[in-house]
């Protein structure tokens, strides 16, 4: 008796890690042909100057819009799309395409690009983000590259000397969700970034939290003494803003001043710039 339910707990584990490991598959398929399709694209979301309230760059999100299942968000396939290594090829067409569409945008408005850790892996990372550059005709200044803290987790000289060779063509480095590491603080003596971002997760419960609070005004005062450009992430009410301005937070970003949205969009926002500053 005991064997046969064994054996069919077994098979029932089976079944589901086949439908599993089948549906993976298709949606590994379904992504290359996606990319080879030209039916991933980006977003921008705007970066303000938390004085001026004026636009100095965007983020460039991944969006993919699969044609059964519908918008499908990064946190699902960007992970996929590492694992199969498909992100170096798909890194290489954010960078070219993000970069052609900021040398569009009134100089010095910037472009900021995700790079996952996996591209470090690529020995031609610096190149491609040399001939983006290059065929774009953007600034180098203009282009700052987003990481996350696991680019620097221990054992990673290689990833270290990768950013230094980045950072020689004069590009930004901005450390991305900063505080949700494991050792936020070592990762800024490994190299000095440019930017720090500070995690959503702190910025959303700003105010409520004297945690978050303490460690919000923590970090703003760490990157002012360093000279790193602070920027909130996920800034969505007046009353978040307003104790980022208080606390002399330099940049922000967030819903409250406008969501992920297509190229054509970003272009207005900056025409229409002098209005929103108002
Ligand atoms: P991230 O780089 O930290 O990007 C910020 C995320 O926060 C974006 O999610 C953005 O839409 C979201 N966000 C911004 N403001 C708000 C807000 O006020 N409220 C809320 N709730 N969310 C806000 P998204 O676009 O879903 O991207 C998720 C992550 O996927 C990114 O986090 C990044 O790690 C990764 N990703 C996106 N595009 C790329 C890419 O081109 N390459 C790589 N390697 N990773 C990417
Ligand atoms: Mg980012
Ligand atoms: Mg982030
Ligand atoms: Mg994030």
Same mark, same amino acid.
């Given at each position: 008796?005991?064997?046969?339910?064994?054996?069919?707990?077994?098979?029932?584990?089976?079944?589901?890690?086949?439908?599993?490991?089948?549906?993976?598959?298709?949606? #590994?398929?379904? !992504?290359?042909? +996606?990319?080879?399709?030209?039916?991933? %694209? $980006?977003?921008?979301?705007?970066? @303000? =100057? &938390? *004085?001026?309230?004026?636009?100095?760059?965007?983020?460039?999100?991944?969006?993919?819009?699969?044609?059964?299942?519908?918008?499908?968000?990064?946190?699902?396939?960007?992970?996929?799309?590492?694992?199969?290594?498909?992100?170096?090829?798909?890194?290489?067409?954010?960078?070219?395409?993000?970069?052609?569409?900021?040398?569009?945008?009134?100089?010095?408005?910037?472009?900021?690009?995700?790079?996952?850790?996996?591209?470090?892996?690529?020995?031609?990372?610096?190149?491609?983000?040399?001939?983006?550059?290059?065929?774009?005709?953007?600034?180098?200044?203009?282009?700052?590259?987003?990481?996350? #803290?696991?680019? !620097?987790?221990? +054992?990673?000289?290689?990833?270290?000397? %990768? $950013?230094?060779?980045?950072?020689? @063509? =004069? &590009? *930004?480095?901005?450390?991305?969700?900063?505080?949700?590491?494991?050792?936020?603080?070592?990762?800024?003596?490994?190299?000095?970034?440019?930017?720090?971002?500070?995690?959503?997760?702190?910025?959303?419960?700003?105010?409520?939290?004297?945690?978050?609070?303490?460690?919000?005004?923590?970090?703003?005062?760490?990157?002012?003494?360093?000279?790193?450009?602070?920027?909130?992430?996920?800034?969505?009410?007046?009353?978040?803003?307003?104790?980022?301005?208080?606390?002399?937070?330099?940049?922000?970003?967030?819903?409250?001043?406008?969501?992920?949205?297509?190229?054509?969009?970003?272009?207005?926002?900056?025409?229409?710039?002098?209005?929103?500053?108002?």
């Amino acid at each position: 008796r005991a064997k046969a339910e064994g054996g069919s707990v077994a098979h029932g584990f089976e079944a589901a890690m086949d439908s599993w490991a089948r549906s993976r598959r298709r949606r #590994e398929t379904d !992504l290359h042909e +996606a990319f080879a399709r030209g039916e991933l %694209t $980006l977003a921008y979301q705007p970066v @303000l =100057g &938390v *004085r001026s309230r004026e636009i100095l760059g965007f983020e460039a999100l991944l969006r993919w819009q699969h044609s059964v299942e519908g918008a499908i968000p990064p946190s699902d396939f960007v992970p996929l799309a590492e694992e199969t290594g498909l992100i170096v090829p798909i890194g290489a067409w954010v960078l070219r395409q993000a970069c052609a569409e900021a040398s569009l945008w009134a100089d010095p408005i910037r472009v900021a690009v995700n790079l996952s850790p996996v591209q470090f892996r690529d020995p031609g990372l610096v190149a491609t983000v040399r001939e983006a550059l290059a065929l774009s005709g953007l600034a180098p200044q203009r282009l700052e590259l987003e990481v996350t #803290e696991s680019v !620097l987790l221990a +054992a990673s000289e290689a990833n270290v000397a %990768t $950013l230094h060779a980045l950072r020689q @063509l =004069g &590009v *930004r480095i901005a450390m991305d969700d900063f505080g949700t590491g494991y050792c936020s603080l070592s990762y800024l003596q490994r190299f000095p970034f440019d930017t720090i971002k500070i995690d959503r997760s702190f910025v959303n419960r700003l105010g409520d939290d004297p945690h978050s609070t303490a460690i919000v005004r923590a970090v703003i005062g760490l990157g002012a003494s360093l000279g790193i450009v602070t920027v909130a992430e996920g800034v969505e009410t007046e009353a978040q803003f307003a104790h980022l301005r208080a606390e002399g937070c330099g940049e922000v970003q967030g819903y409250l001043f406008g969501r992920p949205a297509p190229a054509a969009e970003a272009r207005r926002l900056i025409r229409r710039e002098p209005d929103l500053a108002a």
